[in-house]
């Protein structure tokens, strides 16, 4: 099926990769993923494998893991929660893997843990920001980054302190994005925004004439719109076409690709986005993880890279610190373990939720992301308002 | 902003006539469902996106050169593959281009990777009245209707249109009277290829192309035809416009989630109430 030949080229790669490093005495240790590498989240898959790759390499330079090589056996998942959910089962069953690292996105993640925890395997989800997924009682998952939820705050808290008073929220009807647009309603709210616009879309839905249309009836002064990376650039080339003049417009996921503002080009300026990590910020080992991740894969890594790569460091320290590959051991590490990695800090609550972990806001100026929340972590003043597009 | 709904709607239901001719055609002659049409309407995307990126050719005169090499991708499918089940229960058709379907779609992950990609031409509207008329639409509006045109006069004056109906009316008189059915055929296969990459083409500059931006194109082809009546060929237009109105205007007076459930519903309705679609089935 289709899935097979991506699947077969990760294990060779994973296997080229591992046989750099000098061979030890005993097996290595295997950790399983399924990640999305082709399908609707396929970018942003891909990069959380090459954190995982990179990580892998880093760990072997060092000695490994409790004196053993690490391998990662990865398999592709298409993106779709079901085809992950098989996958995880094979690994943990089939291919008998020491350890599991969550995949790619809320909704491939919030289905195959349910298979992690049937088996108690801890699983690291790097790429999963959906509250909901840590509330549910289960007990060997971990959060890296921070909740969909607070997305969208620094674009809300940029535009209240600038005197603005509506906003237009929309999402893709999906985990994340529904959790990311109704973090945004609730803290705007609490700011006393009047929300004067609030609409899901299709996953896939790539004509957004009629709902534009209806946004612009409403007139908000912000548009806040939690989106992966096809819906957000749908949506600004429309906002163009439409004429719909926000004074701020932000979106979640997909904004802070480089390949956002190779496909808008100047379209993009002005545009907000929210990242979980940039390679500017002032963390331990940023600078140096930049740039082997450019050395080694040819182009900068997103922060979904970065959260991947920092993951798995995580990972492998709780097993360190454990000094055993026990699931009830590592978890016990993981609840206690209060690390910063180059994507930031890590701390988790008892049931796996992340508290430590910092969001950023960026808008694109000049071909840019220049940071411009929260003010300690600033590089530069939002160009604000945002003109409208017959005057640019 | 009805208006404006209504003009957006008329704009995208262009596209879908125009690719839903093509799958319409297919079937109307051969009575193969071909699965495997919104994957070539991906090729014809892709064939787009290179011509523009690496011989900087205008995407608008990149159509006529998608259709040419999509014509000949299909010509060669049919002599290949699909004539071998023309004959054959719908099912084996069916099952046959879902195969070709899928192995298009890998065979283009693994040629193109399934980084997205976009050709940014022209963005932006023209305004008139108060109405914003999306530049890279309209123009694709134009294209669509050209085509649609072109493919209309082809079908009802010359005497390869005429054979193609001709064939579709009755494969064994047609015969009889001389028509090369084999031909015919692989003509028309060719000819549906070309019309769903002429639809990739005016996409590419509207949505990102990856490799399986065509599956979504299958169905909505599909929903088209039947709704307008399969076999026949104005029923396409008829289908594909009131397709994008009735998307366009639930996403309106509903929301843009319901605007699929609205479609459907639709197709459901029309197949109780007139089962051969709104202009009725194939013309005999």
């Known amino acids: ?392 | 902003m009805l208006a404006q709904v209504i003009v957006s709607g008329i704009l995208a239901g262009s596209l879908y006539a125009l690719v839903a001719l093509g799958l319409g055609l297919i079937f109307g002659v051969m009575r193969v469902i071909n699965i495997a049409h919104g994957p070539l309407l991906m090729l014809g995307a892709y064939t787009t996106y290179f011509l523009t990126t690496r011989l900087d050719m205008n995407p608008f005169l990149t159509v006529p050169v998608a259709m040419a090499a999509l014509f000949v991708v299909g010509v060669l499918l049919q002599r290949g593959l699909v004539d071998r089940v023309v004959d054959a229960p719908e099912l084996s058709s069916l099952l046959l281009t879902f195969g070709i379907s899928i192995a298009l779609v890998n065979l283009a992950q693994l040629a193109f990777t399934s980084d997205l990609r976009a050709v940014e031409y022209i963005t932006g509207s023209w305004l008139v009245g108060g109405l914003a008329f999306s530049k890279s639409r309209v123009i694709a509006f134009l294209f669509a209707a050209g085509v649609t045109a072109l493919s209309f006069l082809l079908l009802k004056f010359t005497r390869l249109g005429k054979a193609i109906r001709a064939t579709s009316q009755s494969r064994e008189v047609a015969m009889v009277c001389g028509v090369d059915v084999g031909r015919i055929h692989m003509l028309t296969f060719g000819l549906g290829a070309a019309l769903a990459a002429a639809g990739g083409a005016l996409l590419a500059v509207i949505v990102a192309i990856q490799p399986e931006m065509g599956g979504v194109w299958t169905f909505k082809s599909f929903l088209v035809i039947v709704l307008g009546g399969a076999g026949n060929y104005p029923g396409a237009l008829v289908g594909g416009l009131l397709l994008g109105l009735v998307e366009q205007l639930a996403s309106l007076f509903l929301t843009t989630q319901l605007s699929e459930v609205v479609a459907y519903v639709l197709l459901v309705l029309v197949l109780l109430v007139r089962p051969s679609g709104l202009l009725g089935g194939r013309q005999t």
């Open chain 1, 1 to 392: 099926m289709t899935s097979k030949a991506p699947a077969a080229l990760a294990v060779a790669l994973a296997l080229a990769a591992g046989g750099v490093v000098p061979a030890t005495a005993q097996a290595p240790i295997r950790i399983g993923a399924s990640l999305s590498l082709t399908g609707t989240y396929a970018k942003l898959g891909k990069n959380q494998h090459e954190g995982y790759q990179l990580c892998e390499k880093d760990l072997n330079a060092k000695g490994g893991l409790l004196g053993r090589k690490v391998q990662f056996v990865v398999y592709d998942d298409q993106s779709l929660p079901a085809t992950a959910v098989r996958l995880y089962e094979k690994l943990i069953t089939e291919d008998k893997v020491d350890g599991v690292m969550g995949p790619y996105s809320s909704p491939v993640t919030e289905a195959s843990v349910n298979v992690t925890e049937k088996y108690k395997k801890v699983m690291v989800a790097p790429l999963a920001a959906t509250t909901s997924i840590f509330k549910k009682g289960r007990k060997y998952i971990f959060m890296v980054i921070s909740p969909a939820e607070v997305y969208l705050e620094g674009l809300v808290d940029m535009a209240v302190k600038r005197g603005l008073k509506t906003v237009a929220v929309i999402n893709e009807d999906t985990l994340f994005s529904k959790a990311a647009a109704a973090g945004a309603v609730e803290i705007a709210k609490k700011k006393g925004l009047q929300i004067v616009f609030a609409e899901a879309y299709p996953k896939g839905n790539t004509d957004f004439s009629a709902l534009l249309t209806k946004l612009k009836a409403a007139n908000p002064d912000v548009v806040a719109a939690a989106t992966y990376f096809d819906d957000a650039v749908a949506l600004t080339r429309q906002m163009k076409e439409l004429n719909v003049n926000p004074k701020m417009f932000g979106v979640t996921v997909g904004g802070d690709l480089p390949e956002f503002y190779d496909t808008l080009k100047q379209n993009a300026e002005y545009i907000y986005g929210a990242t979980q990590w940039e390679h500017t910020l002032p963390y331990p080992g940023n600078p140096e993880y930049f740039e082997a991740y450019k050395k080694d894969f040819g182009h900068e890594p997103s922060y979904h890279s970065t959260a991947g790569y920092a993951g798995c460091l995580i990972y492998a320290e709780a097993v360190k610190r454990a000094n055993s590959l026990d699931a009830d051991k590592v978890r016990e590490q993981l609840l206690k373990l209060e690390m910063r990695t180059p994507f930031g800090d890590y701390k988790v609550e008892a049931d796996g939720f992340q508290v430590a972990h910092k969001m950023v806001t960026f808008q694109w100026q000049r071909e840019k992301k220049v940071t411009v929340w929260p003010d300690e972590l600033a590089q530069g003043k939002p160009l604000f308002p945002t003109p409208p597009w017959t005057s640019r």
